[in-house]
């Protein structure tokens, strides 16, 4: 079924794709390491080959973060510029968070500079074009960023609402596409998690129509749909009855002294005939007219953009500047390329041969933690048990 499927992807993949970077990491060659602008070499964590703590296959190894609490900065260069007007623009990667991940990130970005790009000092503040994949910090910032740089605004834009990211300890497989008719689709194990138009998933642009200045709504316009019932009137005594009254069941207690005590009064308990601040019944407003909506006018700063895809215009390069609070990310199978199909077909060559070994390996680690988590809580038991006995042996002696 594998194989079918990745015959029909070859054979739907366009004569002419391209692949512009492809690394399953048989080593580092073409990577170089960087120190961030403004840091130390103390302050970069160092990057390894791993096949990690679980695997599809032990001779298959993966770039990870190894030292807790620091920066790190990575990059390569692309095999040419990829200047992707008229072509679509696919970015495709797996990541690992081995450590359970609790504060990190794990995105990928495709940057410019050619020659002069800043190998080694490259870091968050190198401009880039495209920014890619999941960022980790507690249990409410958990996202897979997408952010192109749009030269217009001289601005890096984020998508408008957050898209989901994987958080288990697994290998998963993350796909960016971008297309050349103005949409764009995020997959995560080859599944669409979100998908739309650029435009309006993204704040590139002015809004097509603005609210009209030179109207405000009518003084006299009525919203409110309920109003307070004017036949509604407050009961007679409402306001003479107290919110707490003496406990009735509470007794003098005998050894009290009125002379010592002084005298003595029940403690006070809720009311239960009282029923708060007396407030009229609400009515529907005869008057009311519905919510008043501004009249929208067309925008004229709005300037439409039919190559609002076009975002890799010199790309000459790939990296990962990151922090990360516990480290263990691992990132294998990079493709970058203009063809969908050229890139799902390097997924079925690579994640999808070793995903469902790596899940067995890993499930058969955590019941071996498990088990030996057993082991010791049973030995520390069967060591307090033994210690009390000594210590119930030696009281009696």
Known sequence: MKFAFLAALLSAAPATAKVYFQDSFENMDLWSESIMTGKTAADMGKWELTSGKWHGDASDLALQTSVDARFYGISAPLSETF?????DLVIQYVVKHEQRMDCGGAYIKLLGGGKDFPTDTFGGDTPYSVMFGPDICGSSNRRTH???NYPPKDD????K???KCETDQLSHLYTLHVKSDNTFEVLIDNKSVRSGSLEEEFPFLEPKE???????KPDDWVDERRIPDPEDKKPEGYDDIPPEVPDPDAKKPDDWDDEDDGEWEAPVIPNPDYKG??????????????EWEHPKIPNPEYVGDDALYYRCKDCTHIGFELWQVSAGTSFDDIIVTDSLPEAQAFAEETFFKKNEKEKKMY???QEEEREEAKRKEEEKRAKEEAENDEEEDHDEL
Not at 83 to 87: E, L, P, R, S
């Open 210 to 216: 603005i609210k009209d200045p030179s109207v405000s």
């Open 277 to 290: 601040d007396w407030k009229p019944k609400m009515i529907p407003n005869p008057d009311y007219k519905g």
């Open 156 to 159: 890096n834009l984020l998508i």
């Open 161 to 163: 609402k957050d898209v």
């Open 363 to 365: 499930d058969d680690v």
């Open 146 to 148: 997408v952010i192109f």
């Open 83 to 87: 200047d992707n007007k008229g072509k």
